[in-house]
């Protein structure tokens, strides 16, 4: 205590403390964080602290009122954003391990020959599709002048952070976070690199796996990710005009869902094709853009897709032969429906994923692991690799926005350390499987992380194979929730409808009818004898 020192050292110390925690030191320190890094609102109760000390700093004529009263208000405002600081840490992003630097340019491309989307769009939109689209590409690494891309836009980050009821500006630091791209840096010249295509999942974007496409993009490849419109979580155009997530279905209904989604699927599959045609396009013109000079398009292309984006890749190369690999990240299959998935695919392929999709929540989501196994055991070179314990957005960049407000929810369960060891492997497994076409089994046995590899033999499911106990909770669910009228999204039917079983069987898509009448009287559906 400085009344403890004697007068002469305790005024000294009265001034020192002044000095480092009042208005002077610490405005120079929240100025030097806020040109580093941003202003961000965790720093808010900083900032409310010093202009509370420096009203005090002029208000007291006694030294030591004023030194214990700017001493317990500095570490207060500290204290607070330190834990806030915590709680939604400012973003760091992994940094590209590549022998290459990465640049990154936007397109916009406009499709007049689809529709904007597959169900009615607000009025004031434009009719048709568009395409926004972000190409990382092989640049020099050091000594490139230009502006370094942030990670995402911060309304992507508010977006995020409401869908889950929290106010919006608790992701709006999101958008401070710089990425290791310069955009519109020189692509390195004298060298054509192979390309990937990349598709996002339902109410995300392009940008939410920028840290795997970085590192990819490092060691040697171009990575054109786009936006799919309505899908998107948000989308800005050039011109400043914006799109939402497509939250309402006004004229989708029970019987049709599935046709719905599956409609959405093959609009986003387009999505896909179309950005590809427009790259053979830049490509010809080699003059007109120098990205064209890096592509090498020749010997076909690779996609990457993540939840939804995983069945869009896999339904592209179904439709495609210019696509030669597919890598998905927790591929979300029920939109393609079990037919499709059992047509597979005889191009190599990895699938990615976690032991249950989005914890096996609902129709829409329980079976997907049936609807994986199937397209698997279709598809004579494919390789499923299950991943024990990861959950949906382990995968994305999400997982490091607040990995304690994620886990609280129950978003993510690995341990930080076994998240960063997951995208260690996720882009380990990319570099080979894009070169070679084929899985790194050796890579899996020292990942550190617990998983389970199936091929086309051991992943064909036996007749008459158990549920789960939450796919079984699926159906009860979908029985109580048609029983009772609350359902999203759809229009439930009248349970003793004739063809109620194969309206149903559109939404589980994993089994044929036969075996979904079975599953509703386990349930407890009190139906008519087929």
Not at 155 to 162: A, D, L, N, T, Y
Not at 274 to 280: G, M, Y
Request: net charge neutral; proline share 6%; aromatic share 10%.
């Amino acid at each position: 205590c400085a009344e403890g020192w004697g007068p002469a050292a305790g005024r000294l110390a009265g001034l020192l403390s002044s000095a480092l925690l009042g208005p002077v030191g610490g405005g120079l320190v929240l100025v030097w964080h806020a040109a580093a890094e941003g202003v961000r609102w965790q720093l808010y109760p900083a900032y409310a602290a010093l202009g509370v000390c420096t009203v005090i700093e002029g208000g007291f004529q006694q030294w030591w009122i004023r030194r214990r009263l700017l001493l317990s208000i500095s570490a207060a405002g500290s204290v607070l954003s330190a834990a806030l600081a915590v709680i939604f840490p400012m973003v760091r992003l992994p940094r590209p391990s590549g022998p290459f630097g990465v640049g990154r340019r936007s397109y916009l491309w406009e499709d007049r020959s689809r529709p904007a989307f597959c169900v009615p769009v607000p009025e004031g939109h434009l009719p048709h599709r568009r395409c926004l689209v972000d190409v990382w590409y092989p640049r020099e690494r050091g000594g490139c002048k230009g502006r370094w891309v942030s990670f995402m836009q911060e309304k992507f980050g508010e977006k995020i952070v409401m869908s889950f009821g929290f106010p919006g500006f608790l992701g709006s630091h999101l958008g401070l976070v710089r990425s290791s791209s310069i955009r519109d840096a020189a692509p390195l010249r004298g060298q054509r690199f192979p390309v990937l295509l990349f598709s996002h999942g339902l109410y995300s974007t392009r940008q939410a796996h920028t840290a795997l496409i970085e590192e990819i993009v490092s060691h040697g490849f171009v990575v054109a990710a786009m936006d799919h419109p309505y899908d998107a979580i948000a989308i800005t155009f050039p011109d400043g005009s914006e799109i939402d997530y497509m939250a309402e279905y006004p004229e989708v209904n029970f019987k049709g869902f599935h046709a719905y989604r599956s409609d959405n699927l093959e609009l986003r599959t387009g999505d896909v094709l179309f950005v590809l045609d427009r790259l053979h396009e830049l490509q010809a013109a080699e003059e007109a853009d120098p990205l064209a000079a890096a592509l090498d398009l020749a010997p076909g292309v690779s996609v990457l897709g993540h939840s939804f984006g995983g069945g869009t890749a896999i339904r592209a190369a179904q439709r495609d032969a210019r696509i030669k690999r597919v890598l998905t990240l927790d591929a979300w299959l029920w939109p393609m429906g079990g037919q499709r998935a059992a047509e597979g695919l005889s191009v190599p392929v990895i699938l990615l994923e976690s032991e249950t999709f989005l914890d096996d929540r609902d129709i829409f989501t329980a079976f997907n692991p049936v609807l994986t196994k199937t397209f698997t055991a279709a598809s004579p070179h494919c390789r499923q690799v299950v991943v024990k314990g990861a959950g949906h957005y382990e995968y994305t960049d999400m997982c490091w926005v607040s990995p304690i407000f994620l886990r609280k929810f129950g978003l993510i369960s690995l341990t930080q350390r076994e998240i960063r060891q997951l995208h260690v492997t996720m882009a380990e497994l990319a570099h080979y499987f894009l070169r070679t076409g084929r899985l790194d089994e050796p890579l899996l046995g020292r990942c550190g992380l617990e998983v389970e590899c199936f091929h086309p033999e051991t992943a064909r499911r036996p007749e008459n194979h158990p549920l789960s106990q939450k796919q079984k909770q699926a159906y009860w669910d979908a029985l109580h929730r048609l029983r009772t009228g609350d359902i999203t999204e759809v229009v439930p039917p009248r349970e003793d409808d004739a063809d109620f079983t194969h309206q149903l069987q559109a939404l589980v898509q994993a089994f044929p009818e036969p075996d979904v009448r079975r599953h509703l009287l386990a349930a407890g559906w009190q139906g008519a004898a087929p």
